[in-house]
């Protein structure tokens, strides 16, 4: 018989990567049992220690090894489970490989996991990890966008901005999972958070983290991304998926992003607050802000369902510059 502090057993896809990492932390703070799924490293053992460590995780973590490009790999993870987060997405911002081969595979891997789920039948509900890049770029001219809107692939590519392939890979997949749930009857509820700011327990170094700190870190490349961001702190994305598993009447599509700037007031910020580092002023910038900027982005649904947000922007990048410092990033 499970007991009070057993909330069942949940699966977190991905589990190596920055917001699942997290996730896998609160979730076993909040008492559920969790699997997770990881590639496995052919050439070298993946140090997972950053997981096999984190309290709770001897008795309550179990680690599976499966690959989004052989879907079936994620039944054993999936089955018995009472709830599903699928955050496992290719990340490759070099463009290795064509933008249709990630695609092809991103969807064919959440699909497999979707079939997984229903096939289960303890699965009452899959939390998928989306992201702004489905929802913001598009030339309708909205000054604030909601969960209604969508992103255009043809104006992504066109945009040629950097992770192109990402965004594009990312928005086919939100759809095709919305769609198969849709037809089959699966309950399931995507999140949407903007550029995910705060520490991390992973040993890279997050490429959010990384954007959102290029002004610190001096990295020219990353500014464009910054001409007006929204941003959400890492634990209020994690509390956000947690509460979308347990709210019950949650349906759909839901936007998590806390804060925006645009470039000006991110270079006034970070200039006043972490006097120590050579922040590029106005000046330098002039040449950024033309870029595609952000529309403004609403999580009115995500909070009148009775989210609250926890963390601004201080604890955002205080954070995150403190984890830099100690893993010496920074």
Known sequence: MAGDDDKGIVCVTGGTGYLASWLIKKLLQHGYSVRTTIRSDSDKKKD??????????SEKLQIFNADLEQPSSFDAAIEGCIGVFHVAHPIDF????????KTRRAINGTLGILKACLDSKTVKRVVYTSSASTVVFNDKGLEEMDESTWSDTDFIRELKTFGASYMISKTLTERAALKFAEEHGLDLVTVIPSIIVGPFICPRCPGSVYTSLSMIFGDKDCYKLLARAPFVHVDDVASAHIFLLEYPDAKGRYLCSAVELTIYQMSEYLSSRYPEYQIPNADCLKEFEGFFKHPGLSSKK??????????????????AIQC???KGFL
């Open 302 to 319: 995500l909070m009148d369902s009775g989210f609250k947000y926890k963390y601004g922007l201080d604890e955002m990048y205080d954070e």
């Open 94 to 101: 070099e463009d290795k490989e064509p933008e249709q081969v």
């Open 48 to 57: 997972v220690s950053f997981l096999t460590n984190l309290q709770g995780a």
């Open 324 to 326: 830099c410092k100690e």
